[in-house]
């Protein structure tokens, strides 16, 4: 090999290898940038080179890539062609999720930001030609909420068949009082609920409340206690007030 292509040989070398960890984002020449199509609402408001941002768990946005191009519809739906730089790529998973967020002033620039739901982080990273539709700040809120609830209602259900056995057991230990005074605390904290988290206690967690005030009533015919028996009942309407049912 001749001197120069030998020299020319040993640096590269030297900066794929020792070098390239001092060298930020020298790797990165060497990877394909991730570009995907995404169907938007409507272009006005973006243009060729704006940034497109990833927003993290703390709310904290870092530009990740730009609008490459914004082809003619042709009379049909809106696109803008994104590319992501290639050090940034792994980040967009398959469930991720693009929003465009428009400012109520005409002349603000409108942004775009991706994020990546905590349970899509471990998705398969989204690949080059995928196509992804534009959400609204809206629809992300709403997504958002629904998720929370999600998971509200998981922990709910594996805490209420352990709460459910518990209530079970002081009705056939004709502990009344101390399900008397679960029924109150359980009102106290639905009345915080949002109403979607109601919804889904009325109808996962609520039917198995019926069963066990049954039980109750049936404890309350072997003991009779009016005024205990009537506390009772009025606690249990208060819960299925604050329920809406």
């Known amino acids: 090999m001749k001197p120069r292509l030998l020299t020319a040989a040993l640096m590269m070398a030297g900066l794929l290898t020792v070098g390239a960890p001092a060298q930020a984002g ?7 940038d991730l570009a995907f199509t995404l169907v938007v609402d409507r272009s006005e408001g973006l243009r060729v080179g704006d940034p497109v941002e990833f927003e993290d768990e703390s709310g904290r946005r870092e530009v990740i890539g730009r609008i490459a191009a914004i082809p003619d519809s042709r009379g049909g739906e809106p696109v803008a062609s994104i590319r992501i730089d290639a050090r940034h ?3 967009v998973r398959s469930g991720s999720r693009v929003i465009i967020d428009r400012p109520a002033m005409a002349d603000a620039a409108v942004r775009i930001y991706i994020v990546t739901p ?14 992804m539709l534009a959400r609204t700040p809206v629809d992300e809120k709403a997504e958002r909420v ?16 352990q709460y459910l056995d518990r ?3 002081e009705i056939d230990d004709g502990q009344l009082d101390r399900f008397m005074e679960q ?3 359980t009102a106290r904290a639905v009345s915080r609920y949002s109403q979607e988290q109601k919804e889904r206690f009325a109808k996962e967690v609520l039917p198995e ?13 072997d003991q009779p206690d009016p005024q205990r028996q009537e506390d009772l009942e009025r606690e249990f309407k208060r819960l299925k007030e604050e329920l809406s049912v």
């Open 26 to 32: 020298l790797l990165d020449v060497f990877r394909a």
């Open 89 to 91: 790529k792994e980040r």
């Open 118 to 131: 905590e349970d899509r982080r471990d998705a398969e990273p989204l690949r080059s030609g995928a196509l």
């Open 183 to 185: 029924l109150e605390e």
């Open 167 to 169: 209530l079970k057991a």
């Open 146 to 161: 629904a998720g929370q609830v999600r998971v509200f209602m998981e922990r709910l259900l594996d805490r209420s068949r």
């Open 209 to 221: 409340l019926e069963r066990l005030m049954e039980s109750a009533r049936k404890r309350f015919q």
